[in-house]
């Protein structure tokens, strides 16, 4: 792309006629996700972002860079095939068109690193394998040993997430299950006891959450008001909370669980914690 096509370009731009064009010969979600995230940096008002995915034939491609070069399109692409990859980049070079070719850099240079040739095959990032069917176990499993249930058959679970309401257990357990991990949840309730069968657990997959006495507090009031039931101190309150809070720590104790404090973390960090000590036991 020369000066003269990037000027063009720029101004087309400051213009609000930003096209973008997505084309995968799968299904376009990495060069999307990449497009998305990259565009997301600048403060273009209007974004045109048109996908064309699952294209296999040189007809095909070659209607959409002539579409491409007609809107003077920024082309974002992922291509493994050589020939449709290389057409891609003749013809963006001979018409002047932005393109940008995601996997193409990334596959030769490992290909460099490793001394070997790639599949090229398209989508093979998304085929079925042993690791799709682990995560979908865990979903079951998840589902299944959510808030208490089926306490009986908690042995062979990777994870066991303990902790009073509205410490995000079931969130917790369903992100852990989707990086295939199998998480159960048991509640801490008022001054209950916890079933004995959980003292049999090895304490390297007891996890403890607790929170800020406050958060809990809102969280479990916005959740009374959704569902249109009227407060209850005893559920609400900053003490009640600050009770339950002293039980479940003293649970963990016996258990010598692993305590997590949630209150400034997310989801994601959370389970990271619990992930990382899971490969480490």
């Known amino acids: ?8 370009f720029r101004e ?8 973008v064009f997505v084309v995968s010969d799968s299904t376009g979600e990495t060069a999307e996700k990449v497009a998305r995230a990259a565009i997301s940096q600048f403060s273009i008002p209007d974004v045109h972002l048109k996908r064309f995915l699952l294209i296999d034939s040189e007809l095909k491609l070659r209607e959409i860079i002539t579409e491409a070069a007609d809107k003077n399109a920024l082309v974002i ?7 449709l990859r290389n057409i891609m980049l003749q013809e963006s070079a001979e018409r002047g068109i932005a393109s940008i070719d995601i996997i193409g850099p990334v596959l030769n240079s490992i290909a460099n690193i490793l001394n070997l040739s790639p599949e090229r095959k398209p989508g093979a990032i998304h085929r079925v394998n042993d690791e799709y ?10 589902v299944k040993h959510d808030d208490g249930q089926r306490i009986d058959e908690i042995s062979d679970a990777d994870a066991l997430i303990l902790g009073v309401s509205r410490t995000s257990k079931t969130p917790l357990c369903l992100f852990l299950a989707q990086r295939g991990f199998k998480a159960a949840n048991i ?9 004995e069968s959980v003292y049999g657990i090895p304490k390297e997959k007891i996890f403890g ?5 406050l958060r809990i507090s809102n969280l ?4 009374l008001k959704r569902m249109g039931l009227p407060l209850s101190q005893d559920y609400v309150s900053k003490e ?4 339950e809070l002293a039980h479940s720590i003293s649970i963990y104790t016996k258990l010598n669980a692993y305590v997590i404090d949630i209150t400034e973390k997310s989801i994601e960090e959370v389970a990271a914690d619990i992930i990382s000590r899971i490969n480490n036991k």
Do not use: C, H, W
Not at 12 to 19: R, S, V
Not at 134 to 141: G, N, Q, S, T, V
Not at 220 to 223: G, M, P
């Open 1 to 8: 792309m020369n000066n003269k096509d990037k000027e063009r």
């Open 12 to 19: 087309q731009t400051q213009a609000g006629e930003f096209y």
């Open 77 to 83: 692409f992922t291509l493994v095939k050589d020939e």
């Open 133 to 142: 069917f682990k995560r979908i176990d865990a979903l079951e499993y998840a």
């Open 187 to 195: 509640p801490i309730i008022d001054s209950q006891s916890i079933d």
């Open 209 to 213: 959450l607790t929170s800020d006495p």
């Open 220 to 223: 479990r009031k916005e959740r």
């Open 240 to 243: 009640s909370i600050e009770n």
